[in-house]
């Protein structure tokens, strides 16, 4: 069935430092790749998303990269701060499902000071 | 998301109660989502719908029953509430615009059974 796969579960890393996230999915006619951050207590929010048509977008610190062939893609966050620690989602449309998301099972990041 | 509004935030009950979780959207979004998220497992869907007369089952819908009251309102039943049913529950809305299922989420209810 159709699935998303995320790895690492958690992730820690000295702040300044890179950090990288990756997912794979299982329907080669997903259209649609968003990422999630999940603050303590809150419900998740969109950072950044990207479209098969596209290979890579970046917004500031944070870039997502898109291997359609490969069926995966991955969320960089560059000069890690500690506001940066939270769990992360990504996702993936399906079209035989309505284009709706399914979600992997998350990575929570910890960025040491 | 201030426009997607979930009450109450907090909630413990009792084994065998009825509870109902409200969400509120004011975002003008066909599409309305319930989730459950538990430790380690990410966000699963529980039910979906895709405008006021359609209502979808999502991969754990046992157990829970949907309302869609309006397009602006989506409720979820637990009509005999048991303790694995503690878990944080998340309310999503989307208009699928250009496609494109990008979702926001409201800040969540956090439900524990005794």
């Known amino acids: 069935g159709e699935n998303v796969e995320q790895h690492p579960s958690t992730l820690s890393v000295q702040e300044g430092d890179s950090a990288v996230i990756k997912c794979t999915y299982s329907?080669?006619?997903?259209?649609?790749f968003p990422w999630y951050k999940q603050e303590l207590g809150k419900g998740p929010q969109l950072i950044i998303d990207i479209r098969s048509n596209v290979g890579e977008k970046k917004d500031q610190r944070i870039a997502v990269t898109l291997n359609k062939t490969a069926k995966h893609f991955s969320l960089h966050i560059t000069e890690t701060q500690p506001e940066d620690s939270a769990v992360y989602f990504c996702a993936a449309s399906f079209y035989n499902q309505g284009g709706k998301l399914i979600f992997g099972q998350g990575t929570e990041l910890s960025v040491k000071p | 998301d201030a426009d997607v509004t979930q009450t109450p935030r907090n909630r413990i009950t009792k084994t065998g109660k009825r509870i109902m979780l409200e969400c509120s959207q004011t975002?003008?979004?066909?599409?309305m989502y319930w989730y459950r998220q538990d430790p380690g497992l990410g966000l699963r869907l529980i039910y979906y719908?895709?405008?006021?007369?359609?209502?979808n089952k999502g991969e754990i819908s046992d157990g829970y029953s949907v309302s869609r009251q309006a397009q602006a309102k989506f409720s979820l039943s637990l009509e005999s509430a048991i303790p694995n049913q503690t878990a944080l529950y998340f309310c999503?809305?989307?208009?699928?615009?250009?496609?494109?299922?990008?979702?926001?989420f409201g800040p969540g209810t956090r439900l524990t059974v005794l």
């Open positions: 999503a809305t989307s208009d699928f615009r250009d496609l494109i299922d990008t979702q926001y």
């Open positions: 329907d080669s006619a997903s259209n649609y």
């Open positions: 719908s895709f405008d006021v007369k359609d209502i």
């Open positions: 975002k003008g979004h066909d599409r």
